[in-house]
């Protein structure tokens, strides 16, 4: 059986995440029949027992398909993972994140009766403390989908306006589920050795789609724990750094081919330069 939906998630140095993962994922697939759905864990050349674990626990669970890769970095392990999934359907999960139960039978049934590319979710965050809380309000607007489009689809374009100019466009791979041939048809790929890996995906994926959806529900936790705070690219010089990295694969891509194709990628790099503040 081809699976309906392939949950990709790489993972380095997370051998204490897998366990908990493995639980959350099962909720997850609440609705779901055996075999229907799959997790592909890339391991980005981890340096501690995550190899090892991740092989124990895909011993009793053939959904759990563990690879194993040379360390490159966040957006080369989804880009690999994406490349050796086997289902209809793609959905990005960090290692140290959730999705709330039954959400793989939500979405995979919302992209077959919609018949669409893309479908985008809402999130929320799941604070480690109250003091992260107060110091990080903005994940819970940043997650939050304010838009959806009139009738229930529309082309990627309009969506992509249509955020934009809502305040709610959040170019996070995590918040969106993807047809996998059409991910693999508009190459659109996550930027390797960047911070921010996934703004290009997103852009790409959503500005070339023909049919986007929208399902505001919080579907995806996303954790804010101290390194959140430490490390955040969403401020400062590190915020500016990625902000430039990000134009810059953006402009290379507007500039790589004659014709429509062309125009429309000006089209998403316009719209990048609009709505990239997270």
């Excluded at 997790?39 to 011993?59: F, I, K, M, N, P």
């Excluded at 018949?115 to 929320?124: K, M």
Aim: glycine share 12%; net charge negative.
């Amino acid at each position: 059986m081809e699976p309906s939906i392939s949950v990709v998630v790489p993972v380095w140095d997370g051998e204490a995440l897998l366990g908990p993962l493995v639980g959350m994922l099962e909720r997850a697939a609440e609705g779901m029949e055996p075999g229907s759905w799959e997790c592909v864990l890339v391991d980005d050349g981890s340096s501690d027992g995550t190899w090892a674990e991740a092989s124990r626990l895909a011993e009793a669970r053939p959904w759990l398909r563990p690879h194993r890769a040379p360390h490159a970095g966040l957006g080369a392990a989804r880009n690999l993972g994406a490349s050796l999934a086997d289902g209809k359907l793609v959905w990005f999960v960090d290692a140290d994140d959730a999705v709330a139960p039954g959400a793989l039978a939500r979405v995979a049934g919302r992209m077959r009766e919609d018949a669409l590319d893309v479908l985008l979710i809402g999130g929320e965050p799941e604070y480690a403390t109250p003091a992260l809380e107060d110091a990080l309000p903005q994940y819970r607007e940043m997650l939050e989908r304010r838009w959806a489009p009139g009738g229930g689809v529309s082309s990627g374009r309009d969506a992509l306006v249509g955020m934009v100019s809502a305040g709610s466009w959040c170019p996070c791979a995590w918040l969106m589920v993807l047809r996998r041939a059409y991910l693999m048809e508009s190459g659109a790929r996550n930027a390797e050795g960047v911070l921010n890996e996934d703004n290009l995906l997103a852009l790409q994926a959503v500005s070339r789609a023909g049919r986007v959806g929208v399902d505001p529900a919080p579907l995806y936790r996303y954790r804010v724990r101290e390194g959140s705070l430490q490390g955040s690219t969403r401020h400062g010089e590190a915020r500016l750094l990625a902000v430039f990295s990000q134009v810059s694969l953006a402009e290379r891509d507007c500039g790589g081919n004659p014709g429509p194709k062309r125009d429309r990628r000006r089209t998403a790099c316009t719209a990048r330069g609009r709505g990239s503040a997270r």
